[in-house]
């Protein structure tokens, strides 16, 4: 099954130092909370699609996102223009470049 992306990002991962990340990102796609604001208490599920790619700890890799609830959350992510990724924490932020 292809997954389509909802937008296209320019995805950081932050380095360990500001991370509770101690790992590169890989594989076909990678399943994440993503937050409208770093301390908001609310998050939607995304899949960053890495297409077996890496995004290391510090990088920054241009990808597609897609949503588990689709347009809905879609909308209000690119009308944020940068929202943050979770994983026990921040670890890193995606701005979006195209829709």
Known sequence: MVIQPDLIADV???PSERSPRRGPM?????????????????AWDCRI???????????????????LSGEKAASMF??????YLWE????GEAKVVSN
């Open 78 to 83: 690119r009308a944020a223009g940068r929202f």
């Open 26 to 42: 890989w594989g076909e796609f990678f399943s994440c909370p993503c937050k409208l604001e770093m301390d908001a208490p609310d």
């Open 49 to 67: 699609l890495l297409g077996n790619e890496r995004i290391a700890l510090g990088e920054t890799k241009r990808v597609g996102i897609a949503f």
């Open 12 to 14: 950081t991962l932050y």
């Open 88 to 91: 026990l924490g921040i670890i």
